[in-house]
């Protein structure tokens, strides 16, 4: 994959995470000030709860990719964007394609999925 394509398709990325992830938080910071009210039915509570749970682990997952994605840039101004993490072979185009804030070829992030789980 052409590095300055791929830096455009990451820098594309990280807004989209931004402002995602921007959206989520104004959206819980609404929602949190309704969780202080005790008069609330409890199922209701409940529900708000459950939701804030939801929103903390989509805000998580948000900082996880955000977190690939800096990575990936910062491969790109190392030069080693394309390289598995691991193995030090070239990253398939096609992984690279599908996925530019990859670290590791199919082979090894298999094997990393498998052993975190």
Do not use: N, W
């Not at 939701?51 to 994605?69: G, H, N, P, T, W």
């Amino acid at each position: 994959m052409d590095t300055q394509d791929a830096r455009q398709q990451l820098e594309q990325m990280l807004r989209e995470i931004d402002s995602a992830s921007a959206v989520l938080e104004a959206e819980g910071a609404g929602e949190s000030s309704e969780l202080s009210h005790l008069d609330q039915h409890p199922a209701e509570t409940a529900s708000e709860v459950t939701d804030a749970a939801e929103q903390a682990a989509l805000l998580e997952s948000f900082a996880d990719r955000k977190a690939q994605v800096v990575g990936a840039l910062a491969r790109l101004d190392d030069g080693t964007y394309g390289v598995c993490v691991d193995c030090g072979q070239p990253i398939a185009d096609a992984r690279l394609e599908v996925r530019p804030e990859a670290a590791r070829c199919l082979a090894d992030q298999e094997k990393a999925e498998a052993a975190a789980t």
